[in-house]
Structures are given as structure tokens and as C-alpha cells.
């Protein structure tokens, strides 16, 4: 196998944080950046056209890139931080894209896990003569499809687990709504991570006791908002919410059980709001059941900011991949509601199985941010 080059980790290094500017937008494709390199006239390598996956329909990645390269793609390195597909679906295979645009080289961040590629895009460059390196910026580019991979292997979504508790470990307080707990630095933090999730998900507590948008409000950002999942085994999300009132304008998909009363399941369905059934158990929903549901419609990223029980319960099943733990700098006091609903937030912050990958303060707020080892 040909050996890479310094020029090799630095292009791809810059593949993958370009790819990322595809999270929460492409969808259930995953997010694909491609690099055309070319030598000048000194001999140094210079890049000559780049792309990223467009939205599903669209052009892959290495598509784009040889259009933004155009004629100076031939003889060129490619560098893509995914292998390269290798059958027809809505597109031509762009491992013979690559081939009829005369690329000489492919370095590819990391082999594709979906069966109909599996090495055959591979395949199909090294037997058109195509040098061909693997395995460049792995274990980013590992981290960056993630949750593609999870679709694929595990029928779920990456989990993404977000909570904003109290000085003295509250979340809110009973019957008084929304609390404000972490200042505007932080909400600034949390609305980019939704901008980079495809969807965000809340209980129907949540929803009832807040009436939150769940919108990223990041100022030129509102078309990155994630779509809205309602787990709500009765269907009670009110018609009026804001929410439903804004279905039409970002997705909100509403996960209920199969006994939920037909009139208000049609109600909600004429409002704009996409109902999911599913079976329950004792009159819940399991976070499994959520997730494969969720992973059949194409999601691979899943944002979960609460409440306490749903954030307990995606905990208890194991299904929990990344956890960001807000703490600001106010009191709830009496009738604060508990992070965690029958578990210790202390003990999840030490649990062997995550590792501390982010901490530090913004304003007067700290925060935590644990990663998954064992997935």
C-alpha cells in the first residue's frame, strides 16, 4: 500500500474539518468533503477545486470538486474523507467519476461501512490504475461519521446528550416554566451544537411545561435547525404550542404509542406535525424503540436535551455516546427539579466508560464534555 505524505495528513486534515460544515444538513448521507490537489509549476501541491456533499438528490462530494477543478483535475490527488461510492443510486458512482476525470491518486480518510461499498469504490479506482492511500486523519474521520456508521451497524443514531444544571444540581423548577440557568455564551454554545444535529429531541414534560422552540437562534442560522422530536406516548403536545404552530416552517415529528387516541393524532397530523407509532411499555416509550424509529427515517445524529426522566432513561439503556454538562451560576432552590431522575449526575461524570475530551468556563458558567470510549 503507498505510504503517505506530510502534504497527505495536512490536506486531509483540512477535508475534515471542511466536511464538518455539512453536519445536520445532508442527512441520512453522510457528510463528505473532497479536496483536488495539483503540483505547479514549482512542484508544490496546490489545491485546485473542492466540494462537499450537497443535500440528498444532489451531487457527492467528489463530484463537486471535479467541477470546481474542472481541467485541472487530471493528473490531480483527490483527497475525500470518505471511500469513494462504487454503485448507482440517485448518482453515478463517483469512484468512476474520479477515474473518467483522469485523478491520478486517491487518499481516502476512511473506508465507507455501508455494504454496497465496503472497499468496492477501492476496488474499482486501484483496477483503473489509480494510486490509492487509506487510513489518513482515521480516527477524525471515525469520529465525523459516527452516527453514519451507527445507522449502518447498529440501526440507531449517535447520541447526544446535553443537560444545564443549577449551581445546587436543579434543572428548573416546578411549575415555574422555563428557568434560566446558564448565561448567553452558553445558549450561543448549545444552539451550534443544534445546528450540527438532525434532530434534537425532548419529553413531552419538556413540552409541556416549557413550550420551548427547540430552533437554533444562532443570528443566519435559523435553516440549520434540527427537526423536533416529541417523545409523547399519549399525544398531549397542545395543538396551540409553539411547536406545532411552527411545524410548517421547521419538521416536528411527534413519537407516540400505537393506542394513542385517533382524533388527536389526526389534529396534530393536520397541523404540520409527523406522527411516529410505536409499542409501549406500561405505558412508555423505551429509548430503543425511539432511536431505531428515528435511525428508519434517515436520522443519524440525536441531539437529547431532556427533562430529567428522558435524559435518565436514554442513560439507563445504555444510549448515551456524547454528554455535555452545562452548570451555571444560579440557585434553584426549593422545588428544584433533580438533573436525573433516580440517578446521581456526580456518578455519570465519573463513569470508566467516558472520557473528559472538553471543560473550561463560559462567563460564569462551567462546563463538562464526556465521550463514549467503548462505542
Known amino acids: 500500500m503507498p505510504s503517505a505524505t506530510d502534504f497527505d495528513l495536512r490536506y486531509m486534515a483540512a477535508a475534515e474539518r471542511?466536511?464538518?460544515r455539512g453536519l445536520g444538513v445532508v442527512w441520512p448521507n453522510p457528510p463528505v468533503a473532497a479536496l483536488i490537489v495539483a503540483e505547479n509549476e514549482d512542484g508544490v501541491p496546490v489545491l485546485v477545486g473542492r466540494g462537499r456533499t450537497s443535500k440528498p438528490g444532489g451531487a457527492h462530494a467528489e463530484v463537486n470538486a471535479l467541477r470546481s477543478a474542472g481541467d485541472k483535475a487530471r493528473g490531480a490527488t483527490c483527497y475525500v474523507t470518505l471511500e469513494p461510492c462504487s454503485h448507482y443510486g440517485r448518482t453515478p458512482p463517483c469512484s468512476l467519476?474520479?477515474?473518467e476525470a483522469?485523478?491520478?491518486r486517491v487518499v481516502i480518510g476512511m473506508l465507507d461501512p455501508n455494504p454496497r461499498v465496503a472497499g468496492r469504490g477501492v476496488k474499482m479506482l486501484q483496477e483503473a490504475g489509480v494510486?490509492?492511500?487509506i487510513g489518513i486523519h482515521e480516527e477524525?474521520?471515525?469520529r465525523l461519521y459516527h452516527g453514519f456508521t451507527l445507522r449502518i451497524t447498529r440501526q440507531r443514531p449517535h447520541v447526544f446528550l446535553k443537560l444545564a444544571v443549577?449551581?445546587?444540581?436543579?434543572?428548573g423548577r416546578e411549575g415555574a416554566g422555563q428557568v434560566r440557568i446558564s448565561g448567553e455564551l452558553s445558549m450561543r454554545m448549545v444552539h451550534g451544537y443544534r445546528a450540527t444535529y438532525d434532530a434534537i429531541l425532548v419529553g413531552i414534560g419538556t413540552?409541556?411545561?416549557?413550550?420551548?422552540?427547540l430552533t437554533c437562534r444562532l443570528p443566519g442560522m435559523a435553516e440549520r435547525s434540527p427537526v423536533r422530536v416529541i417523545v409523547d406516548a399519549r399525544a398531549q403536545l397542545p395543538l396551540k404550542s409553539k411547536l406545532v404552530k411552527t411545524a410548517a416552517d421547521v419538521p416536528v415529528w411527534l413519537v407516540?404509542?400505537?393506542d394513542a387516541d385517533a382524533d388527536r393524532l389526526k389534529d396534530l397530523t393536520d397541523a404540520g406535525v409527523l406522527v411516529i407509532r410505536v409499542p409501549t411499555d406500561g405505558g412508555r416509550i423505551h429509548p430503543s424503540v425511539v432511536v431505531s424509529a428515528l435511525s428508519a427515517r434517515g436520522i443519524t445524529r440525536l441531539m437529547v436535551e431532556g427533562g430529567s426522566r428522558i435524559a435518565n432513561a436514554f442513560l439507563d439503556s445504555d444510549l448515551v455516546d456524547d454528554l455535555c454538562v452545562v452548570t451555571g451560576a444560579v440557585d434553584v432552590g426549593e422545588g428544584g427539579i433533580p438533573a436525573l431522575s433516580g440517578r446521581d449526575l456526580e456518578a455519570v461524570l465519573k463513569d470508566p466508560r467516558f472520557a473528559r475530551i472538553g471543560a473550561g468556563y463560559l462567563e460564569d458558567d462551567r462546563y463538562i464534555y464526556l465521550s463514549r470510549q467503548d462505542a
Open 131 to 133: 494510486e490509492v492511500v
Open 140 to 142: 477524525a474521520c471515525r
Open 102 to 104: 483522469g485523478i491520478k
Open 207 to 213: 413540552a409541556l411545561a416549557d413550550d420551548p422552540q
Open 97 to 99: 467519476a474520479l477515474v
Open 18 to 20: 471542511y466536511a464538518r
Open 166 to 171: 443549577s449551581r445546587d444540581g436543579f434543572i
Open 256 to 258: 407516540c404509542g400505537n
